[in-house]
């Protein structure tokens, strides 16, 4: 992998690097879709994109950057992915590297659309805009998802974690959250879809 090669600071700054240009070295064989702002997560469940300007005011932060690795396990399949999450008062934007560096794709967000710029090697049916969503769900405060969901809620829950979270509709739990830490943006995340048999895993990259 990229990080083990290159050492854990080298690799941090190559991925920032790397996000900060993406959007060039995706132009030569990429489509560039507008993107829904509301995806369903369940039968009933449907969650709106919320701004980041609308977080922001409720962090200490001006802006936030994150880096991290996200493993994903459906079925026998794994799949990893580095991401690089930029929040400022205009907008959100995600971008998605393979393991080896190869760019993926760029989603920005401003509030209001939601531009999509990804490799054709990934397919018109990879909907990066959900992964988006889901990172709204892991970091956004529990308040102000709800305010952006129909069909379900997200509540906290009592577990033997420092934070657990699940979104729930009338059938029951949809999605659980699991957080190493009381401050998610510190956390190790676990992310599980049981009815898609979707587990996901998200570490920060210091």
């Not at 600071?9 to 990429?30: E, Q, T, W, Y």
């Not at 929040?87 to 959100?92: A, I, P, R």
């Not at 956004?140 to 009592?158: D, I």
Request: proline fraction near 3%.
């Amino acid at each position: 992998m990229l990080l083990n090669l290159l050492g854990r600071s080298a690799g941090i700054i190559l991925l920032r690097v790397v996000a900060l240009l993406l959007l060039s070295l995706l132009s030569a064989c990429s489509q560039q879709i507008e993107r829904q702002t509301c995806v369903p997560l369940a039968s009933e469940a449907q969650y709106c994109l919320s701004s980041a300007a609308a977080l922001l005011t409720t962090s200490p932060q001006q802006d936030i950057s994150l880096s991290q690795m996200v493993s994903f396990t459906h079925g026998q399949e794994n799949h990893e992915l580095l991401t690089q999450l930029e929040l400022n008062s205009l907008q959100m934007t995600l971008v998605g590297l393979a393991p080896l560096g190869q760019a993926l794709f760029t989603l920005v967000y401003d509030g209001q659309t939601l531009q999509s710029q990804q490799s054709l090697l990934l397919g018109e049916q990879f909907k990066a805009e959900y992964l988006m969503a889901i990172m709204q769900l892991i970091y956004w405060p529990t308040e102000q998802v709800n305010q952006h969901l129909t069909g379900g809620e997200l509540v906290t829950m009592a577990c033997d974690m420092p934070l657990c979270k699940q979104l729930i509709d009338a059938s029951g739990a949809l999605i659980t959250i699991t957080y190493s830490d009381i401050d998610p943006w510190l956390a190790q995340v676990n992310v599980d879809i049981d009815a898609a048999d979707i587990h996901m895993q998200i570490n920060p990259i210091d």
